[in-house]
Structure formats: C-alpha cells, structure tokens
C-alpha cells in the first residue's frame, strides 16, 4: 500500500467547488471516479483545500492510498489521459503513509485576479472579476499592509462555519498592476472559509473610496463579519500553491 | 439614417465563428437579433472579419444603418444590457455613410498564445495552444524575419478559398515569452484565409527542430499551401486591433 499525493490544476467554472456534494458534480467526485477506474481499485482522495463552486486552482493538493503497480510518478499522465480537460493532475508521487494534506505545516499561496476597465474582457470573464470603476492602488496597498501578520480574522470569515480558532497568519499581501489586470496575492498559513473573498471585497471598498486604509484596522478589531466589505465573486480566485515544510 | 461602426470583442468558445451559417449559432447572428431587439429595427451588420470558430476576438468592427434616436456612443450600452457575457461591444461611434469596414485601408492585429509547459494550465485551456515540446525563440524569430514585408503567402492560404491576388504586406511579426506563454503578434495589411495559424504552424515546426529557418524562404517561394506546417488550432488566436487609416 503506497500512499499518493496529487497536486491539481483545474477550472472550476463548471464544477460545484471540491467537496462532493448531493447537488452537483465536483472535482473530488470526478477524481475518485477516473483514479478509481485507471487504478481499478475504489479510490477515495482527500483534498487540501475544498474550494468553492467556480473557483480555479493550478495547486490544489490531494492524497489516497493504492496498491496499483504502477510508478507513482506515471499516475498523473495515466490518469490525465482520462479526465476531462477541465483538470490536470500536475504531478504524482509517493509520499510517507501517514502524511495528510490538512494536518501538516503548511503555506498557501492564492491570487486573486481583477479585470479593471470600462467595459469586461469577454474571454477574461470568467477567471477575473470585472470592476468598472477606478480603483486607487496606494490606498489598496496600505489597507492590505494592517491585514499582514497573525490577527484574529473572524471579520474575514464567512458565518456558515463554526470553526473554533478564527486566528490565523498572512506572510504576504501583494497588490500588482498590469494595465487592466489587477493581481492581489495572499500568502499565509491557513486560510478561514471564505476569508481570501472577504479581503479582496474590502479591499475594493477602499480602493472605491468606501472605506479609508483605517477602517481596515477597526474591521480586525470587529471579529464581526457585518464589520468587513461583501464577499468578492468566486471566478477571479485561484489557489495558486500548496507548500508543506514537514513532510512531503 | 446613421452608420454606426461597433468595436466587439468575444470569447468566440461557444460560437460556429463570426459568420452567419446554418449549422450552429455565429456572432454575426447574435448581434442581428440583439441589435434588432434593443433598436426595434431589422438590424445587419456587416463585419471586417470574418473569424473562424474559437477564435476569438478584442477588436473586430461591423457597421449597420439604423434610424435609432439613441445617440450612437450609447448603443453600445443599451446593447451589452441583452448580449449574452461572451459579446461586449466596447465602443459605438458614428461613421460617414460610404464607410465600409472591409473596403478601407486597414492594419490587423492578430495575436496568438502558446502554453508551452509540461502539463497544460486548465484555466488557459480555451485562450491559448497547448505546446509540450520544447521550443527555440531565437529559431523561431529568424523564421519570422523571412514573412515580413509584402510577400506573395499563397502558401500560406487554405486552399478551400478562392481569392484572386494573395499578395500581402506583414508589417510586424514578433515572438514574446513570459514563463510558460508565448505571444505571436502579427500586425498586416489584410490576411488571407487561416493565414495567421499557417504561419504559427510553420513556426511552430521551426521551434520544434522540423524545420530549418531558412526553410520558411522555400516555402513561400513554393506558393503552394502543401509547402507550409500544419494550421495551428483555433482556440491561441484573438484578433486585437483593427486600425483604419482612412475614414474612421
């Protein structure tokens, strides 16, 4: 028994998020239906991070144990020969049998990507979100500056959750600027549900003229949702990368 | 009675090309009846080019005559209201009533984008050409500096066309990379049928080591489409500008 780990590129367009679920197909779902029939053993993989309906990852990381005869490293052009075009496994490899994607020290890095002009970028629509009214990218940036480093972002989190720690740490928080694209990156150690969404929403506030950079300090000091700017739209966030420091 | 000149741009993925056809829906024919609707006139707009399914466009041009009391800059918005999310008209504008889209002196911009990585990006899937194979730039660009200039590119054309004169001026043809995408851009006086993938599937073969640079010479000497490399698919071209240096 070899314990496989996944890393999972994928549109998430036409999936309802990750996480399999009565009312929709989902990533998970057609990973463990194409690993389950390449491998010909009943395949269930455990994901690292359960994105949402119509979020993309080029990193997403999942693992499963199989007694299939072939190299760990040739699982991933075996079974992209079967799935739909949609999602790629990037790579397979064998890791330790008690290695899990959600118990380790881990980074995550996501990008969230805005299309910022007067009309929308038809063949950008659906991996960017499009804003239309000017954005003032100093003010951005100083607003993201209070939100780097280890705070209580219980503001930053979606209430359908009962998480217990709502603590958690951001290493780094970019804001770039090519031409019409704005690309913001989080970096951190755990991500809460909804949490990446939350800051760009209020980001975008601030970058409107809603809210001063401040009122992003007092948001922190909330631990209240209502206190924070609306979710961003799924389509412009991309789970760019899984780092693990122990372990695989 | 008013010309209107429209600029539009579309993710051409889920349309049978620009043209009007009994097969499949087009984007000429999506603009009719939108236009028709939101005018309340028999709308038919006549496009500058004709691009082929999948492709897809930032910058292509149709003009129509309509009696509308809507100021022409604001037909652009009163129409993006009914247009499906993959047609954006980005500018209306007036004309004079002899301008024609297709019979003035013109520049286009053509793009095309090439993924060359190990595994394809899934996100990128539907806007760029998939390219595992290695590829050599500097090869590549001395094969470009062959097609600039007015050249004779019959075999360039797909032969299913039968234009009289396939003589052309290619004003600029360069090759970018950054990390894993690589842009094409071609700027000309007029391109002939699949004329743009042509060139990229020649290029291509030179990147690949199939073909010498020097080779492109023989093959537009041949004037012979069985000369040239394979057409490049559909999905890596986007057609950016369309500049008109006489009238609007």
């Known amino acids: 028994m070899k314990r496989i780990k996944l890393t999972v590129a994928y549109d998430g367009t036409n999936y309802c998020g990750w996480q399999i679920q009565p009312n929709g197909i989902t990533i998970e779902e057609v ?14 993989v455990i994901g690292a991070s359960r994105t949402d309906s119509g979020v993309h990852a080029l990193g997403n990381v999942a693992v499963f144990d199989t007694d299939t005869s072939i190299p760990p490293v040739r699982i991933a052009y075996a079974v992209n020969q079967k799935l739909p075009e949609d999602i790629v496994i ?3 490899e064998e890791v330790p049998a008690d290695w899990h994607p959600r118990y380790c ?6 990008e969230y990507h805005i299309w910022n002009a007067e009309v929308p970028d038809p063949t950008r629509r659906l991996t960017t979100c499009f804003v239309s009214y000017k954005l003032n990218l100093d003010k951005m940036r100083q607003a993201a ?7 209580d972002f219980a503001s930053f989190c979606n209430v359908r959750t009962n998480v217990e720690n709502t603590v958690r740490r951001i290493y780094e928080l970019t804001i770039e600027q090519n031409e019409c694209e704005w690309i913001i990156r989080i970096r951190g150690n755990g991500f809460l549900y909804n949490m990446v969404r939350i800051i760009v929403g209020t980001l975008l506030r601030v970058g409107r003229g809603y809210y001063t950079p401040q009122k992003v300090e007092e948001i922190l000091k909330a631990q209240d ?3 924070a700017g609306g979710t961003a739209p ?9 780092t693990y420091h122990s372990g695989s």
Do not use: F, M, W
């Open 105 to 110: 020290d881990c980074e995550k890095t996501y």
């Open 90 to 92: 990037v790579k397979s």
């Open 225 to 227: 949702r209502q206190a």
């Open 145 to 151: 500056a209070y939100l780097i480093g280890e705070h």
């Open 234 to 242: 799924p389509q412009g966030l991309i789970l760019k990368e899984i």
């Open 31 to 44: 990973l463990n239906k194409r690993l389950s029939h390449v491998l010909k053993e009943d395949i269930r």
